[in-house]
């Protein structure tokens, strides 16, 4: 089976802009989740999504927002960019959120300048 | 809200040595994993634990879950240069949102 997928890998974006991230889940897996990776504070969660709907979201602001479409694939679009929000944005895909273990995609490094 | 912290943060260790990493959760833990992320990559699972005061073993790892169900370890006997890198506990707690809750993390050093 494929991984998980995450495209761009590597984006630059200049504050004040908005961005939109993709993931592709493993074929089969129905529940996805995002996470903000940063040196200072860790693996932080954004959100979950299982089947098409938000099951959990993190103590993020406003400006980050997600969406899962019907084959499972699933987008986080981040409005008004600010220098706080470079970091790497992990996508992880699973057979069904609880249990499951999470199988994570390479990244996306944003870098907001 | 939910936190996880683990220790220590970071630990170098001389190839051959023992390593042991600690995770302790605010709240009561349905299920723990773990996961081991190499420099420049992504987290990859390792383990989950399930029942109160389980221990598996995989190779040279030993990973431990509470009585509690509030904390587990990690220990690696006899590191190896490949062990290098930083290990994650997760935990979804019985509570509340059930979200995956990652621990701070120990990046660990394997010095040849």
């Known amino acids: 089976k494929a991984g998980v997928t995450q495209t761009p890998r590597y984006l630059i974006k200049t504050r004040g802009q908005q961005v939109t991230l993709s993931c592709s889940p493993i074929s089969g897996h129905r529940s996805v989740s995002w996470y903000q990776q940063t040196p200072g504070q860790g693996l932080q969660f954004l959100f979950e999504?299982?089947?098409?709907?938000?099951?959990n979201k993190g103590n993020f602001p406003g400006r980050f927002s997600g969406r899962q479409f019907s084959n499972s694939r699933s987008e986080m679009n981040v409005s008004t960019l600010e220098l706080g929000d470079s970091a790497l944005y992990l996508c992880?895909?699973?057979?069904?959120?609880?249990?499951?273990?999470?199988?994570f995609g390479p990244g996306t490094r944003l870098t907001v300048t | 809200g939910q936190q996880v912290m683990q220790i220590p943060q970071y630990q170098h260790v001389q190839e051959g040595e023992d390593f042991t990493t600690y995770c302790n959760s605010s709240?009561?833990?349905?299920?723990i994993q773990w996961y081991k992320q190499r420099p420049g990559g992504h987290p990859v699972f390792l383990i989950q634990?399930?029942?109160?005061?389980e221990v598996k073993k995989q190779k040279r790892l030993t990973f431990q879950f509470g009585e509690a169900k509030k904390n587990s370890s990690l220990h690696i006997t006899a590191t190896q240069t490949t062990d290098v890198g930083t290990y994650f506990c997760a935990g979804r707690s019985v509570t509340g949102a059930n979200n995956l809750f990652f621990g701070t993390g120990t990046r660990l050093t394997v010095i040849p």
């Open positions: 709240t009561t833990l349905s299920n």
């Open positions: 634990l399930v029942k109160s005061g």
């Open positions: 999504y299982f089947s098409e709907t938000q099951r």
């Open positions: 992880a895909s699973s057979a069904d959120p609880g249990l499951y273990e999470q199988y």
